[in-house]
């Protein structure tokens, strides 16, 4: 926030969203330059001296999904804000919270909650718990995610085992990658081919319950808020994508630049439009190229001329929490159900709402 500090002057003062240091512990001086591997390591080392076992394998819970840590035996918890150089989370269904215990027989981190661009992040503070866990031993990484559905078949409470990813932040110049390269994380340029663990993801599969109708496909990271266009809908079911959300592609690649094993899991929780929309201008166009015309009469295009269709008009439907009832969807948010309005060729499915993806 600008802090006044006499005529004509004003003073950037960061509040604590951005910084490791709490609110309560009052206004400090910050150039939020972008984290370190140094400030990785500071949160290393704070949280090994605070665990009773350091973890092997890292869960990272999307929304809604959160409820898995209860699963964990004797478990150790820190808030987010506690964590030297962690950011806060901010969204609904996102408890900002690192517990830390046995899943089983193996010593497990699990994050209730991750960090989006839209919430005012830089690609780099996405990050910086993969890193962290990384730099404690953490060899496998399991992100999850709910998302929208593209791709025919996929219904709320289906289960996407992620076999590639689109990165649009990161093809747009977003990529927790950009900016001087640290060797300590990784190489330059890393790969990306198998970014998501063969082996895991067909571990998967084989795991999978029957009602989760598990299949593999491409997952598309996307910025957000804004929920998709039905245009933007029908451009990433071209280019390859069988389901949208708004996180989970950061984390993957910063994982692949430390060299960790990552399996990716999206839960369906809304379907995307599934045929073409009609362009009700065509018919229009039309009559104006053979008669000459130069455009519609004077309050055509008035709320009152309007089809249904382009009244109704909208983004894939709403909010990316764990559906009601959802088959196997473990800590299932119950928001209330919307129903996507009617229209030719593209009617949506009704849809949890509440709570980012």
């Known amino acids: ?9 004003f003073v950037l003062v ?31 080392r704070w949280l090994q001296a605070q665990f ?15 409820a898995l840590a209860q699963e964990l035996s004797d478990p150790q918890s820190f808030d987010y804000r506690d964590i030297p150089h962690f950011p806060r989370s901010t969204v609904q269904g996102h408890a900002g919270r690192l517990l830390v215990g046995r ?18 992040y830089s690609s780099t503070q996405l990050v910086i718990p993969v890193r962290t866990l990384a ?10 995610n709910a998302a929208g559905a593209l791709r025919p078949g996929l219904e709320p ?31 330059r340029f890393p790969s990306m081919m198998d970014a998501y663990d063969p082996a895991l993801r067909r571990l998967a599969l084989s795991l999978a319950p029957k009602e989760l ?41 910063a994982a692949r630049h430390l060299g960790l094993r990552v399996l990716g899991l999206s839960l369906i929780t809304n379907i995307a439009p599934a045929d073409e929309l009609p362009d009700d201008d065509d018919d229009d166009i039309g009559d104006d190229v053979t008669t000459g015309g130069v455009g519609p009469e004077p309050g055509a295009d008035t709320p009152e001329a309007l089809s249904e ?16 009832g959802a088959a196997g969807g473990p800590g299932a948010a119950a928001g209330p159900a919307r129903a996507r309005p009617g229209g030719a060729g593209g009617a949506m499915t009704s849809h949890a709402g509440g709570g980012g993806r």
């Open 1 to 9: 926030m600008l802090v006044y500090t006499g005529p004509y002057r």
């Open 52 to 66: 009773r076992e350091q973890p092997r394998v890292a869960l990272v819970c999307g929304s809604g999904l959160g």
């Open 135 to 144: 730099l404690l031993g953490v060899h496998t990484l399991v992100l999850t």
């Open 157 to 187: 409470g289906h289960l996407l085992v992620i076999r590639d990813h689109i990165d649009l932040p990161g093809l747009a110049g977003r990529s927790p990658l950009v900016g001087a390269n640290d060797d300590r994380f990784g190489p």
């Open 14 to 44: 960061c509040t604590g969203l951005c910084c490791s240091v709490p609110v309560h512990t009052g206004p400090y001086w910050c150039p939020c330059p972008p984290p370190s591997y140094e400030a990785c390591a500071e949160a290393a």
């Open 309 to 324: 269709h382009e009244r109704g008009a909208g983004g894939c439907p709403g909010g990316r929490a764990a559906p009601a």
């Open 213 to 253: 109708r598990a299949r593999s496909g491409v997952y598309v990271g996307v910025g957000g808020p804004s929920y998709e266009t039905p245009a933007e809908c029908r451009y990433l079911r071209r280019v390859g994508a069988d389901a949208v959300g708004m996180s989970t592609v950061s984390e993957a690649s």
């Open 103 to 120: 899943l089983g027989p193996t010593p497990c981190a699990i994050l209730q909650g991750r960090f989006h661009l839209y919430e005012g």
